[in-house]
């Protein structure tokens, strides 16, 4: 079991903030980087200075920490001076473990900046564990939540694609258990997934089931959801990565089911079907 505490990146989110969650249940008081101090964060843990622009919050943040939970904001795209800088603070900082929250198949993909971090964490010293996962459940609720709540619909470019929907809070679970014993994964990269596949016809009909009125999918043309998420104020650049990751679906590449996020976790992953249950107030009217 690992001493000191565990720096927390991306705390305020789905799969940060869960790693915190689990950090709590084990009676490891966990701390969390935040740009701003005044960021809210759960009870019971230390909030540091962490911004992956400004290298002179590093040093402090790590300073004592026993691991490292690390994913990559949305909006940064340059990681060699950002999070492979913070990998490399790190290590002189003597951190025992870094878990990686990476994507799916960035291993062998050079396009997306998690590869890059990833190729910077194997030929480095530092000791490293890399999660993949698959497509997140929580997107409903998130990145879909203003359609369901205003139109009663799922209105996306995926065709008729599969989805294996990956629970973050399994992830993060993952992630936490892994920072308190990481003897076992160390080198190890894990692909993620939940543990069955569900079209957006059967999530309209999950959600219309849970919430009690009718939920439709439509799928969308390119041009008619860029011009949706235009239309709610999305910025060009992060509109065309939705796209582009919506579009991937229709040639299954979230389809896959892989047993490996069971097996760690030695329970069933959650299903959408959960995940829905667990969180109907997000599209109450």
Known sequence: MTSGPVLVTGATGNVGGAVVTRLLARGHAPRVGVRDLSAKTAPGVEKVVLDFHRPETFGPALAGASGLFLLRPPAIARVRRTLCALVDAARAAGVGHVVFLSVTGADKNRVVPHHAVERHLAEGPVPWTILRPGFFAQNIGDAYRADLR??????????????????????????AEILL??????????????????????????????L???IRYTPASALGYLRRLRSRGMPWAQALVL????????SGQAELVDPTLGDLLGRPPRTVADYIADHAHLWSK
Not at 181 to 210: C, I, M, W
Not at 243 to 250: N, S
């Open 150 to 175: 205003e139109r009663d619909e799922l209105y996306l470019p995926a065709a008729a694609g599969r989805v294996a929907w990956v629970d973050t809070r399994d992830l993060g679970e993952l992630a």
């Open 181 to 210: 014993d990481p003897a076992p994964h160390r080198g190890r990269g894990y692909t993620l997934t939940g543990r069955e596949t569900r079209d957006f016809n059967q999530v309209a009909a999950l959600l219309s089931k849970q």
């Open 212 to 214: 009690g009125r009718p």
């Open 243 to 250: 796209l582009v990751l919506h579009l991937g679906l229709r």
